[in-house]
C-alpha cells in the first residue's frame, strides 16, 4: 500500500511538474486561481429529479436507446466530464457511443466509443492517469478535462449499441456560462475510425481535417494478428494540403514518445494503459496528447500512420518491417473554426469489436460437475457485476487445493482464451491449466471485490472434451485465505481470419480491397 501511495504521489508532481515547465504554452492550472471569475458555474448531472428526498441518481438506457445528457445554452465551456456506468455487456464501453453538437449543427463533433474517448480501446475498463483524462475506480471512473466551448447550444447524448439494457449511467457535465467568448475559441472535435484489418498498400488514416485548427492528441488501439511487434510505422502530418509531410516520424512507440517497444505506463502527456505484449491476440492502447506541442494549421490537416512491424513468415524466414495487416482503430482529438468536414458513418456498436467472444463456460452453471479436491467446497456465491450475478465459488482452507471444470465443443475453435475472475482480499494464488498444460499464473487478491480478465493465451482447441483446471498454489501476503472465484471462460476470436497459406509478403505494400 505504501509502494502505491510513493506511487500516486509522484504521478502527481510529475503532472504538476510538466504543467509548470510548459507554462507558456499550458499555464500553471493554479495561476489565477485566487482572482474573482466572471463566468456562472453550471452543471448538467444524472442527479435525482426529486434531489431533497431521492438517490435515484442514475438513468436507464435501453437496447438501442439514446439518453439525453445535456441541452446547454451557451455562450459557454464545458470543462469536465465525468461517467461511471453499470451495464452488463463486457465490452460495453465500445458499444456506448458518446456524441456532442455544437450550436445546433447536424453532425456532431464528437462521435465516438465512451471507452476510446476516455482513453483506452477493446471496450476495456482499466485505470490511467495524464492530464486531460483521468480513469479510475478500476477503470469504472472516466473522467475528462478537455475545455470544449460552444457560443449557441451544446447537446450530448449517448446512444447504448448493444443489446442489453444498461442498468445504471451516472454523469457529471461540468460548464461554465460566459458572457460572451474570444472570437479565436476554436471548437473541440473527436473522431473515432478504424480498419479491420488494416488495408494493404496505404497508410492508415488517422485525421482528415478541412478549416483552420490546431491538432491536440491521438488514442490508438491494435489488436495483433500475428507474433511480432506492430509498431515500425511512423507518422505523417500534411499540413495545409502539402504533398510531403511537414512532420514525419521515426516509429509508432517514438510518436508515442516512448522507445524501442512498449511497456505498460501511464504519463502526463503520452502512455500506454493498455499492453498486453507481442503475442497474436495482444492487445494495446496508446495516448499522445499535443498540449505543448499543438500541430496547428490554417486550411487543412492530414494525419497518417504505418502499419508496420517484423512478421515471422510460413517458411520461417523473418522480416523486422513489412506492413502488417493487424486490426487497428484511433481517436483523433483537434480544435477548429466550424463547421467541419462530414465523417463516415460510425460503424454500430457490435461491428467496433475487433473480435466475437464465446462463452465456453459459465462458472456457477458448472457447480454440479466440477470435480475438486476433497473437503474443499464448491458452491454457487450471489454477487453482482458477474454472469447472472453469480459464480462458481471455490473455499479451500489450504494450498494444493484444485478444481476443475470439463467443456465440449462440436468443432475445431482457435482464438486468445481467457478466464474471468474475481478478485478479493481473502483470495488465493492459482495455476491455470488447459488441457494439462499451464496457461496462467494468477493472483487473485484485490483490495476491492471486482470481477478481472486474465489471458490464458492462443489455443487451437480440437472439436471433443476440454479440460479447465485451477491449483491453488498459495496466497498473497495480503490476502486472508485461499478462495476462488470463477465466472467464466471466453475465446476470442478475430473478426478477419487469415486465408489459408496466407504470407504478407505477397500482400504487404499492394492495395487491397477494403
Not at 522480416?319 to 468536414?341: C, N
Not at 482480499?425 to 480478465?453: C, F, H, M, N
Request: glycine letters at 10%; aromatic letters at 12%.
Amino acid at each position: 500500500m505504501q509502494t502505491r501511495k510513493l506511487a500516486n504521489i509522484l504521478v502527481a508532481l510529475t503532472v504538476f511538474a510538466a504543467t509548470s515547465l510548459t507554462q507558456d504554452s499550458l499555464g500553471n492550472p493554479m495561476a489565477g486561481l485566487e482572482r474573482l471569475k466572471e463566468f456562472e458555474a453550471r452543471r448538467a448531472s444524472s442527479s435525482d429529479p426529486d434531489w431533497r428526498n431521492g438517490n435515484g441518481d442514475a438513468r436507464p438506457i435501453p437496447p438501442g436507446g439514446t439518453l439525453t445528457l445535456a441541452e446547454l445554452e451557451g455562450p459557454g465551456i464545458i470543462t469536465h466530464i465525468w461517467f461511471t456506468i453499470s451495464h452488463p455487456a463486457q465490452f460495453y464501453s465500445r458499444l456506448l457511443t458518446l456524441r456532442i453538437y455544437w450550436d445546433g449543427e447536424e453532425h456532431p463533433s464528437v462521435e465516438c466509443p465512451i471507452g476510446d474517448f476516455f482513453g483506452i480501446g477493446h471496450g476495456v475498463d482499466k485505470p490511467f492517469s495524464s492530464i486531460p483524462i483521468t480513469v479510475t475506480s478500476e477503470g469504472r471512473a472516466r473522467n475528462c478535462y478537455w475545455p470544449m466551448p460552444f457560443r449557441k447550444s451544446a447537446k450530448v447524448v449517448v446512444s447504448n449499441e448493444s443489446d442489453k439494457r444498461c442498468n445504471s449511467f451516472y454523469y457529471y457535465i461540468d460548464w461554465q456560462k460566459h458572457k460572451t467568448l474570444p472570437d479565436d475559441a476554436a471548437y473541440f472535435h473527436a473522431m473515432y475510425r478504424q480498419e479491420f484489418p488494416c488495408v494493404m498498400g496505404r497508410n492508415y488514416l488517422l485525421a482528415d481535417i478541412v478549416g483552420r485548427g490546431h491538432y491536440v492528441g491521438t488514442i490508438q488501439s491494435v489488436y495483433a494478428m500475428s507474433d511480432g511487434w506492430y509498431g515500425e510505422g511512423d507518422d505523417f502530418f500534411f499540413i495545409d494540403g502539402a504533398t510531403e509531410p511537414q512532420l514525419r516520424g521515426t516509429g509508432t512507440e517514438d510518436y508515442f514518445c516512448d522507445a524501442w517497444g512498449f511497456r505498460q505506463q501511464a504519463c502526463p502527456f503520452y502512455g500506454t494503459p493498455l499492453w498486453e505484449g507481442f503475442q497474436a491476440g495482444s492487445r494495446c492502447t496508446a495516448y499522445r496528447f499535443h498540449l505543448a506541442d499543438p500541430v496547428t494549421f490554417r486550411k487543412s490537416l492530414r494525419a497518417e500512420i504505418e502499419h508496420k512491424g517484423s512478421q515471422t513468415f510460413p517458411d520461417g524466414k523473418v522480416s523486422g518491417f513489412i506492413e502488417r495487416d493487424d486490426l487497428m482503430s484511433s481517436v483523433a482529438l483537434w480544435y477548429q473554426t466550424e463547421p467541419h468536414k462530414p465523417w463516415p458513418p460510425l460503424p454500430p456498436g457490435p461491428e467496433r469489436l475487433p473480435f466475437s467472444e464465446r462463452t465456453l463456460i459459465v462458472g456457477w452453471k458448472s457447480v454440479q460437475t466440477a470435480s475438486h479436491s476433497a473437503d474443499h467446497p464448491v458452491e454457487v456465491q450471489t454477487i453482482g457485476g458477474l454472469t447472472d450475478d453469480k459464480q462458481l465459488w471455490f473455499k479451500p482452507d489450504t494450498e494444493n487445493a484444485w478444481v476443475e471444470i470439463k467443456f465440449n465443443l462440436d468443432k475445431e475453435t482457435n482464438g486468445d482464451l481467457s478466464v474471468r475472475m474475481l478478485h478479493s482480499w481473502d483470495y488465493g494464488t492459482y495455476r491455470v491449466l488447459v488441457d494439462g498444460r499451464e496457461a496462467a499464473k494468477l493472483d487473485l487478491y484485490g483490495s476491492a471485490i471486482a470481477p478481472q480478465t486474465h489471458r490464458l493465451g492462443q489455443h487451437r482447441l480440437g472439436a471433443g472434451e476440454h479440460v479447465l483446471r485451477f491449483e491453488c498454489t498459495g496466497k498473497n501476503k495480503e490476502s486472508k485465505g485461499f478462495f476462488l472465484g470463477f465466472d467464466t471462460l471466453n475465446i476470442r476470436i478475430p473478426v478477419y481470419t487469415r486465408p489459408p497459406g496466407f504470407d504478407l509478403r505477397n500482400v504487404a505494400g499492394k492495395p487491397q480491397a477494403n
